[in-house]
């Protein structure tokens, strides 16, 4: 039997063929990284804000409360993303009627990336100045204007790069979860590139996971630069 | 709008120390940290009349910052009174404290502006948490923003700005609800010599033009010197010394206002010999 060789492989990468069965992953991938991404944004960026505001030293000091709070998120984020779709599984269930497939999924990957974006929200909300809440605070500035005039505005740039450390950290989650039975990039290069030693299929799922990521971290970082460049801090 | 009255009543007259707008007394401030507890004021008594330009001078720790705070409730004393017009703050609620807050300006030493924000918004902001409407505000920042000569920075950001402009911004952005008192903390601290004469200069002007009062606290003799009528000498959490400028550094009493006019008077004069010190 002869040997494949490497440039055979890369050819074999790019045919049509290996490209009929990464596409319909790439679909899949992309509709679980957006429905995700939404979730993740909606709740991370909500926990963040209680994170951040019922702190001891926040603008609303629930110091227990944000005790209990931080545990819980502590207490998912010290699992594997692996472990979390496990046991989040039968909760897809629940609320989908089933536990496999791309939708399914989603459930699975927001439990584990809402509570790292949280966390990031909430480190980047913290860089605000104490001076800025404070002068706020001086002209009669109620906790709602606070967090949606001052906290969110001010932490603007640094938020954005959250969320493309997030994003990125969804796409590879999901690909983790592909082989849990969801479907998607992750999916196919585990059960043909390795399960089956399809090398090129593999080599041009990893291709396509590394052009979404950079592309994803080029647009972050240059909006991220734009707004401070706007605002003159750059 | 806020709804107490700064008039003096008859009541007030017959009742109250008549003139005096703010009166505070035996106000006391502990910081509690873990083992140690910090008295920041020990029971201060002050009174300042309306349209006065007040300093308070003090060394480091001396309980500056506290005092001022105090008076916006930014820290909250834990005993005595703070009495404004016929208003005592000590005593709002915190709805009616953010009312009342409308209605007394503060500037900061780091001016605390917002960066996502430009020059205009940053002063319209004030006016948002107001509740005014949208077209008040535009007319209300051009007016503002003409008072302290910044017309034309209305949309640039303040990251573009000096920092006398900026604190410019600080001042627009605490007159914009027409408040009764303007509060310095600190406000020419970060600026070099020339900018804080410009900035103590705009302060006189919109004091006389709007019959405004104003509160300061610095550590600089020559800012007091400058703008103040009557000032306090604030040592270790006590008034020392009060009265009108001339007179307190005129036969200074207190170890606090004796220093400051020895290290005003240079060090040169006084601490070349072998690090005798000033």
Redesign the interface.
Known sequence: MGRITLLETIESAFSAKTWAIVVPAIYDTLYMVLFTTILTVFFGLILGIVLVTTDKDGIYPRPRFNAVAGGIVNGFRSLPSMIVIILTLPLSRLILGKSYGPKACIIALAVTCIPMFGRLVESSILEV?K??I?????????NR?IVL??LL??A?PSLIRSFTISVIAIISTTALAGTLGAGGLGDVAVRFGYSRFKTDILLAAVLVMIVIVQAIQFAGNTLSKFILK????I | MARYSTHTTEFEAKHCDAGHFIRISNLRKTFRARDKNFAVLKGIDLEIDRGDIFGVVGFSGAGKSTLIRCINRLEEPDEGEITIGETEITGLSKQELDRYRQKIGIIFQHFNLLDARTVAENVAFPLEIAGERKDRIASRVKEILELVDLSDKTDFYPGQLSGGQKQRVGIARALANNPDILLSDEATSALDPQTTLSVLDLLKDINEKLKLTIILITHELNVIRYICKNMAVLEDGLIVEKGSVRSVFGAPQSETAKLFLRIDAGFATFGWQDGEGI
């Not at chain 1, 706007?230 to 801090?233: C, D, F």
């Open positions: 100045s001076g800025k404070e002068a706020a605070r001086s002209m009669g500035a109620k204007d005039k001052v505005p001010e603007l706007r605002r003159h801090l």
